[in-house]
Structure formats: structure tokens, C-alpha cells
């Protein structure tokens, strides 16, 4: 056995040495880089004591050992073993010292790093900037390690095809530009080709609020090259408080700037792709292409800045906005084709997050084909929104005899079908060729075409919902008025819980007369919390059309309390003082009975355990004398 071992520590200490190149560094103790007696290197197949640090070779820092660097430095490849460190000696925001990759200039370099590069959480020993060198082929930063650095970023002037790949989260902390391949300030470096990868799983975050991405000014007058972003994994500037410019470059109309979204970019405070200060006739370009499967998470921007450019869709490539009741623009258009197709989107309804995907495959072909070539999917994660769309599209989107001029309607996909939705007002085109249909009061997320289709003569005037009675007799009262009634049938009165599946309550036959009529319904069992209503306007050909969506809030419910909420083990009822038949009835969403209990009379609280019960949103019911009093609660 003791033979066995013996063979095996030879075994491994021969592979270990044939991985060793003469003039390579590794650490013997704990020190600073430039301290020779930090080092020994390889010669000979030995290891003996350094007498010089050059800039040209691998290194290795060993671990236990913690290697600081007090002034800048370079070398080639870098190896941290575990439990090892390589920081700065000074702190996150104190003056930064650099060290530069891929020295030698033969070949690009790994960073394998399965210890600790850079500082702390606290930003201990943080000052840092990991950069290639003015001669490196670039560089590739893998293991398992920690690494926490000030910047990360291709150093200006290589005249080479310079390759940065991030296989290793990574988190950046100064306060200008952390991340970034263009660090040029005055030289011209039209010859500049660098590309910076983050690969599948992996994150690069931006954790400084005063940090941004790429540049940061509008108004970029020096020449540069090509600078290639690929965000396969995740790019996260969400903490970010300023604007990122993504910007064409003066004066040199051959340099490109592409930022390739196939994982998650999540956008800070600003974005903006508009340089202010443009040369006459010489400017670069810039590509954002949010690729299959790319997310573009701009919940956090509020100052969106595009000019001319837009976001490049290939498949289901999604962008993400929070809307509330300003207009958002969503700066979408297909990498297939020669313009874009905005979508602006305000929302009077409850503030959420809307996805919006474009698409021209009609996989499930409409009836009628005179239609907008494009698809949007429009999608939103909350609650309770009423939103306002703006679709934008040229003539040359346009299918065989679709005509703007005339009725153009909104329809939807469902399932394996297309559904009328609703009449769209047209404007345009404006004076760069777009054309928008607007479409007011959608509550539905969904996949959504435009095509041509006959209108409905009756115009909806006036529509109103008030709620009437007491906390123990109330009702919804719903009136509106109409005109210009031709082939009317009936209205068919809907209901809906959050604003975005409409059940119908109720149908009021048509008077189908000419001039103003007036209608009117009640509700005599309004939803808890918020209640949303429409009128759907059928005629006697089956062509329908809705009016405008109105919330009403049942303040009945102010007579219930509930805390915590969300919880996930107990929740304590505030109610009216409870008598002997007095319950407590839990709902799911669907309506389906989860949870019931009896108050104990005399009491006004009683004390209810949920843990049992899935994380979901619930109704709790308190009934006390043929009367109910209905509240909504989440199980988290």
C-alpha cells in the first residue's frame, strides 16, 4: 500500500512538472508581486529562488499564499489556486494599479482562477483592473473562484484581433467604466478589433451605482475600431444610476459596434445609442441585436435614447419595459428587415413589466390575409393594467391588398385561431414612412396582428360604473350611451377580477334606433377588492366591439384587515365582532373553496394557519348574517 501511494504522489508530481514552463513563477509565501523573494521559478526542471519579476511570464500564486500588488505590473497566463489571493494593496474606490494579461504577445492566455482575485465584499484590496496588454491576443477568465475587480477591460492601441471570454462571475466596482472594450481618451485607434464574451451562465455585474458600460459621454469624437459585446450569460448594470452610451464612433465610418444579446441584459438607469456629436459624413455603426432566446430587461431605465437605431430581434428575442401612464417605447424591429416596428405602450391601469416580442411568421396563417406582415407579443406580469397600444409598421410591411386608408382592427391569437379584439385608429404615415394604429384599453397579454376589416356603425359615447349602498347592501351601477345604432343586437355586460379575463355577468338587448340611447346594469355582487367592467357592442352579423375598461373598488373590504400580508405560516383577521354562525372561507384564485373556519363569537380577530396551503393569491371570506365582507391575501 505504502509502495501504491508512493507511485501515485510520483505519478502526479511528474504531470504537474510537465506542466511547468522554464521561466515560470509561482509563489513561495505570502508577499508583494514585486518582491523577488515572493517568487521561485522553473529552470532545469527545478524550482529555484527568483532574482528578478518578469513581465513576460506565467504565474501562479499558491495556495494559502495572499500575493498584493502595489504598483501596476504584467504578465502572461495567471493561475490562483484555491484558497490563494491576488488583490491590490489599496481599496475599492482608491487609486487603482493594473495588471495586464497576455504580456508575451504569442498567444492568448487563460486566467484560471480558483481562489481570489481582487478585493472583498467590503472592497478590501479591491483597486484593482484586470486588462489585456498593449501586445496580448487576449485572454480567457475561468475557474471557481471569487473574482471582485475595479474594471475589466481591453487596454487601447493593440494593433491584433484581441479576444476577452468570461467563463467565471464577475463583479466590477469603479465608478466610470468597469466594463468595457474601448478605453481610448485621445489616440486614434481606427485599427482596434477587440471582442469580450461572457459565456452561457455566467454573470458580469456592474456594482457600483455610478458605473456604466462601454462609454460615458455622448459625444465621442476620437476615431475608433471594432468592439464586439457577446452576452451570452448575463450582463447586470441593473444597480447602475447612470446613462450607458452606446454609441457610433466619429470619423471612421468602417468601425462597428455590435452588442450581441443571446442571455440577459439588464440595463441600468440610461441608455443611450445617439451620438451628439457626429462628423459631417464619416460615422461608425452600431448593432444591438437581441437574439433567440436574448432578454433585453430595461425595467429599471427611464431614459431610453435611440435616434435612429433600435433593438435587432431575431427569434424570440424579448424586451422588457415597466410601463404606468406616460408612454414607453419599446425600439424593436427585425434583424430580417430594412426599418423598425415600434410599439409604445402608456398604461392607466396598475404599473407592470410588458415583454414585447415582434415576429413576421404567421406559423398559424389568419383568414384574411389583407394584413400587416408583423406579429407582436405583448405580454405583462402584473395585475390590473389597461394599456394603450401604439403599433408601428411602413408600406412596405404591408400584405397583398392591405389597405391603410381603410377600417384596420386589432385581432388576437388564440390557440389555433385569430379573434376580432377591436377597431384601431390609423394615423400616418409621418414623414419617415411609419404608419400606427392605436389601440386604446387592452387588459390582455397575447399575440396581436393587424389586418383590415369592416367597422361597426354605433359609437360608444359616454360609459360610467359607480358603486352604490352600504358595506352590507351595495351594488355596481353601470350606465353608457350610445349613438348611431344600425344592426345592433344586444350588449353583453362583462366582469373581470384582474383586469385581463372578462366574464360575461349580464346582456341588455339593443333598442337599435337612431340618435342617443341610453342603458344602464347593476351588479348586485361586485368582486372583492377591485372590480373591472366593459361593454361588449354585438351586432346581428356577429361583428363585435368593446368600450372602454372601468375599475370600481368595493370599499366594503376597508372593513377587513389582514396582516401579515403575504405570509407564509399565519395570518391574523381583523373583522366586524363575530357572532355564533359567524365564518371564515378561504378561495384559491379559480373559486374553489381551500380553507373554512368558524370565528369565535364575541371576538373581532381570529387567527388563521396557511402553511399547509400553496404559495398562491387567495379571497378570504368572512360571513356573518347573510351578509360577506371579502379580502384578497398572498400565501407566499
Known amino acids: 500500500m505504502k509502495r501504491t501511494i508512493t507511485l501515485l504522489f510520483a505519478f502526479f508530481f511528474l504531470i504537474y512538472a510537465k506542466a511547468q514552463n522554464t521561466g515560470d513563477y509561482r509563489s513561495v509565501k505570502s508577499g508583494n508581486w514585486g518582491d523577488i523573494s515572493t517568487w521561485e521559478t522553473y529552470s532545469g526542471g527545478n524550482w529555484v529562488a527568483a532574482t528578478s519579476v518578469v513581465s513576460t511570464r506565467n504565474y501562479t500564486v499558491r495556495e494559502g499564499h495572499t500575493v498584493t500588488i502595489a504598483t501596476s505590473t504584467s504578465c502572461n497566463a495567471l493561475t490562483v489556486e484555491q484558497q490563494a489571493v491576488l488583490r491590490s494593496v489599496r481599496d475599492a474606490g482608491e487609486t487603482t494599479v493594473y495588471l495586464r494579461m497576455g504580456h508575451a504577445g504569442s498567444a492568448s492566455v487563460t486566467i484560471l482562477n480558483n481562489g481570489r482575485i481582487g478585493g472583498t465584499e467590503e472592497g478590501i484590496g479591491g483597486a484593482l483592473i484586470l486588462e489585456t496588454s498593449g501586445v496580448a491576443l487576449g485572454f480567457k477568465l475561468t475557474g471557481t473562484g471569487i473574482c471582485r475587480v475595479a474594471r475589466l477591460r481591453a487596454l487601447q492601441g493593440n494593433t491584433k484581433n484581441v479576444t476577452i471570454e468570461i467563463d467565471q462571475d464577475v463583479t466590477v466596482t469603479d465608478a466610470t467604466a468597469p466594463f468595457t472594450a474601448y478605453t481610448n481618451s485621445s489616440a486614434s485607434v481606427a485599427t482596434e478589433n477587440f471582442t469580450m464574451t461572457i459565456n452561457p451562465q455566467k454573470t458580469v455585474k456592474i456594482a457600483n451605482p455610478s458605473g456604466f458600460f462601454h462609454v460615458g459621454a455622448n459625444t465621442v469624437t476620437n476615431q475608433a475600431g471594432n468592439y464586439t459585446y457577446n452576452i451570452d450569460g448575463t450582463l447586470d448594470l ?200 392605436e389601440i386604446p384599453s387592452m387588459t390582455s397579454s397575447g399575440t396581436f ?128 365582532m363575530a357572532d355564533a354562525n359567524s365564518i371564515i372561507d378561504i378561495y384559491d384564485s379559480t373559486g374553489k373553496l381551500v380553507l373554512s373556519s368558524t370565528a369565535v363569537m364575541g371576538t373581532s380577530s381570529t387567527s388563521i394557519k396557511i402553511s399547509h396551503i400553496v404559495a398562491n393569491i387567495y379571497f378570504l371570506q368572512f360571513k356573518k348574517g347573510g351578509n360577506s365582507l371579502i379580502l384578497r391575501f398572498i400565501k407566499k
Not at 407592470?352 to 404567421?362: A, T
Open 449 to 576: 396582428a393587424l389586418q383590415n376589416s369592416a367597422t361597426l356603425p354605433l359609437n360608444f359615447i359616454s360609459f360610467d360604473a359607480k358603486l352604490k349602498g352600504n358595506q352590507f347592501s351595495k351594488k355596481v351601477f353601470l350606465g353608457w350611451t350610445t349613438e348611431n345604432e344600425v344592426n345592433t343586437e344586444s350588449f353583453i355586460i362583462e366582469r373581470s377580477l384582474d383586469g385581463l379575463n372578462f366574464k360575461s355577468i349580464g346582456r341588455t338587448l339593443s333598442k337599435n334606433i337612431s340618435g342617443t340611447n341610453n342603458y344602464s346594469f347593476s351588479d348586485y355582487a361586485p368582486l372583492p377588492s377591485t372590480s373591472y367592467y366593459r361593454i361588449k357592442q354585438l351586432d346581428r352579423d356577429g361583428k363585435f366591439d368593446y368600450s372602454v375598461i372601468k375599475s370600481v373598488n368595493n370599499t366594503f373590504e376597508l372593513k377587513l384587515s389582514i396582516y401579515p400580508n403575504p405570509s407564509s405560516e399565519t395570518v391574523n383577521l381583523i373583522h366586524p
Open 238 to 437: 441593473s444597480e447602475s444610476t447612470v446613462t450607458s452610451y452606446i454609441i457610433p464612433f466619429a470619423n471612421n465610418a468602417v468601425s462597428n459596434v455590435a452588442v450581441n444579446v443571446n442571455g440577459l441584459l439588464k440595463l441600468g438607469a440610461g441608455l443611450d445609442l445617439v451620438n451628439a456629436a457626429p462628423s459631417a459624413s464619416n460615422n461608425g455603426n452600431i448593432s444591438i441585436n437581441l437574439n433567440n432566446n436574448g432578454v433585453i430587461d430595461a425595467t429599471r431605465t427611464t431614459l431610453m435614447a435611440t435616434g435612429s437605431s433600435y433593438f435587432k430581434v431575431a427569434g424570440n428575442g424579448t424586451l422588457i419595459r415597466k410601463v404606468d401612464n406616460q408612454d414607453i417605447n419599446f425600439p424593436l424591429g427585425l434583424q430580417s428587415a430594412a426599418s423598425p416596428n415600434f410599439v409604445t405602450i402608456s398604461n392607466t391601469g396598475l404599473p407592470s413589466n410588458f415583454s414585447v416580442r415582434i415576429s413576421d411568421n404567421f406559423d398559424i396563417p389568419t383568414s384574411n390575409r389583407q394584413i400587416v406582415n408583423k406579429k407582436w407579443e405583448i405580454s405583462t406580469d402584473g395585475l390590473g393594467a389597461i394599456a394603450n397600444f401604439k403599433l408601428n409598421w411602413k408600406a412596405a410591411d404591408h400584405g397583398n391588398g392591405f389597405n391603410p386608408t381603410q377600417s384596420v382592427s386589432l385581432i388576437k391569437l388564440d390557440g389555433a385561431t385569430w379573434s376580432l379584439v377591436g377597431n384601431a385608429a390609423v394615423t400616418g404615415p409621418d414623414l419617415f414612412g411609419f404608419l400606427q394604429a
